[in-house]
């Protein structure tokens, strides 16, 4: 572990993000002909969400992100890319659509890494059946070929991943909740200093919310909606002391439904009710 360095006010930071509007949501014919229907691509208005939330990341949170760490699904991936266009795009235009509209990339700005365990939940609660690759390889064997997808100099394949390779498929609801939970944990806990962005699917942000702002349950989880953390990661003679997460309602809460639960409802309750 790094040590920790200065943050803002000792703080560190964590956004927890889904990915945008995915094709199969669109055009129900898509999966009838895809090489990899368990795998869609964001429609272009899923680019331009991707691409005005992460302006209005940069806009209105009042903190640098330093890393990004991406699910290896193409949506995801798509989302990331064009979050780290508006996150480090040299003049700021507000007018800007998409990536196609950003002439310069501060190359300096972040870094970006793709993380095996940011993965979907592989279970067919997530991902129908009969839409899974029936040797249960998901086709992630070429990272090289996403991270192209990124800007040049912009990922680091120095990063130790958390995970070395995908869940197996069926896991458990739980575990993958699990799973997530420690990502956010395991990820922070490795960068304690540096502000992280986690792009990832809406189940890993409703199990988020609900781990850490505690005793609610959450419904539904919109495209590119996002959960902010923060947690006090160092004390004023400079000592680490990486304290307990803490949700920011101020922005991180938009786009996601929940309210108060029983513990009952905590367990049983699954966002993910329309699979791939």
Same mark, same amino acid.
């Given at each position: 572990?790094?040590?920790?360095?200065?943050?803002?006010?000792?703080?560190?930071?964590?956004?927890?993000?889904?990915?945008?509007?995915?094709? $199969?949501?669109f055009?129900?014919?898509?999966?009838?002909?895809?090489a990899?229907?368990? $795998?869609?691509?964001?429609?272009? $208005?899923?680019?331009?969400?991707?691409?005005?939330?992460?302006?209005?990341i940069?806009?209105?949170? #009042?903190?640098?992100?330093?890393r990004?760490?991406?699910?290896?699904?193409?949506?995801?991936?798509q989302?990331?890319?064009?979050?780290?266009?508006?996150?480090?795009?040299?003049?700021?235009?507000?007018?800007?659509?998409?990536?196609? $509209?950003?002439?310069?990339?501060?190359?300096?700005?972040?870094?970006?890494?793709?993380?095996?365990?940011?993965?979907?939940?592989?279970?067919?609660?997530?991902?129908?059946?009969?839409?899974?690759?029936?040797?249960?390889?998901?086709?992630?064997?070429?990272?090289?070929? /996403?991270?192209?997808?990124?800007?040049?100099?912009?990922?680091?394949?120095?990063?130790?991943?958390?995970?070395?390779? /995908?869940?197996?498929?069926?896991?458990?609801?739980?575990?993958?909740?699990?799973?997530?939970?420690?990502?956010?944990?395991?990820?922070?806990?490795?960068?304690?200093?540096?502000?992280?962005? /986690?792009?990832?699917?809406?189940?890993?942000?409703?199990?988020?919310?609900?781990?850490?702002?505690?005793?609610?349950?959450?419904?539904?989880?919109?495209?590119?909606?996002?959960?902010?953390?923060?947690?006090?990661?160092?004390?004023?003679?400079?000592? /680490?002391?990486? #304290?307990k997460?803490?949700?920011?309602?101020?922005?991180?809460?938009? #786009?996601?439904?929940?309210?108060?639960?029983?513990?009952t409802?905590?367990?049983?309750?699954?966002?993910?009710?329309?699979?791939v």
């Amino acid at each position: 572990m790094e040590p920790a360095k200065a943050n803002a006010n000792g703080y560190q930071r964590v956004i927890v993000m889904r990915h945008g509007d995915q094709i $199969d949501n669109f055009e129900p014919l898509w999966v009838s002909t895809a090489a990899r229907p368990w $795998d869609p691509p964001l429609v272009q $208005d899923g680019l331009i969400r991707a691409f005005r939330t992460g302006q209005r990341i940069r806009s209105q949170t #009042g903190f640098p992100v330093h890393r990004v760490f991406v699910s290896p699904f193409l949506r995801c991936i798509q989302t990331a890319s064009e979050v780290v266009a508006a996150l480090s795009a040299v003049d700021v235009d507000p007018n800007a659509m998409s990536s196609k $509209d950003v002439d310069s990339i501060d190359q300096s700005k972040l870094k970006v890494a793709i993380e095996l365990g940011l993965c979907e939940m592989l279970n067919s609660v997530a991902i129908r059946r009969e839409l899974a690759p029936k040797d249960g390889n998901f086709g992630f064997n070429n990272i090289s070929d /996403l991270e192209a997808m990124f800007p040049d100099g912009m990922v680091d394949r120095n990063t130790d991943r958390v995970y070395k390779e /995908l869940p197996k498929w069926e896991e458990t609801v739980e575990g993958c909740r699990d799973r997530y939970v420690n990502m956010v944990k395991a990820l922070a806990d490795n960068y304690p200093s540096e502000n992280l962005l /986690l792009v990832t699917h809406g189940e890993g942000v409703g199990t988020v919310l609900s781990t850490f702002l505690e005793d609610v349950t959450v419904y539904e989880v919109d495209y590119c909606a996002y959960v902010e953390l923060r947690r006090r990661v160092s004390n004023g003679d400079g000592s /680490l002391d990486s #304290g307990k997460f803490e949700v920011i309602t101020s922005h991180g809460q938009a #786009g996601i439904q929940y309210h108060p639960s029983s513990t009952t409802d905590l367990h049983d309750h699954i966002i993910s009710q329309t699979p791939v």
